[in-house]
């Protein structure tokens, strides 16, 4: 069996991580990140790297996990980071597999974002919307209500305003 590396946590300075949040795997997360209690992040199939300023509330999961057809054990895949952006905010109960996350996004409660889906930045998954496409989603695309219906906002989203309400 092949030795695996040590997987570690870095967090930066100006971080909040709260010690009921559950982290896994070598995970990196960028300075005024808030982790709240309960919330799970999991590094399983490579690192994730969360940037500056995101919120990530209770029972929240963000996990780069191996896609279904790989398991661990089949001929050592190569490591896929996750990279998560800044000003990001995982509200309560959602579920994140999302590869590659730009900036400002909202995942809304209970909804779910697959592997194969990118982000880019200003967008709103709506709450219990259901994403598990291939896809790239449009700049400040808002997917809302039971049939995930679209639209794209016509103003961006201010920077910093989404977690840092005055």
Do not use: W
């Amino acid at each position: 069996m092949a030795e695996k590396t040590q997987k570690s946590v870095k967090i930066a300075p100006g971080a909040v991580v709260c010690v009921e949040s559950e982290i896994r795997g070598d995970v990196t997360i960028g300075p005024r990140t808030v982790i709240h209690p309960k919330a799970r992040i999991i590094a399983e199939a490579g690192p994730i790297v969360i940037g500056e300023g995101n919120l990530i509330e209770e029972q929240a999961l963000i996990i780069n996990a191996y896609p279904d057809n790989i398991t661990p054990d089949t001929e050592d895949p190569e490591p896929k980071p996750m990279i998560i952006g800044t000003n990001n905010v995982f509200e309560v109960g959602c579920y994140s597999q999302a590869m590659k996350m730009g900036d400002n996004n909202v995942i809304e409660s209970k909804a779910y974002v697959g592997r194969n889906v990118i982000l880019t930045s200003g967008c709103i998954i709506g709450a219990c919307c259901n994403l598990n496409t291939f896809e790239v989603i449009p700049e400040n695309t808002v997917i809302y209500g039971a049939d995930c219906l679209r639209r794209v906002q016509t103003e961006r989203p201010q920077e910093d305003a989404v977690c840092h309400k005055n």
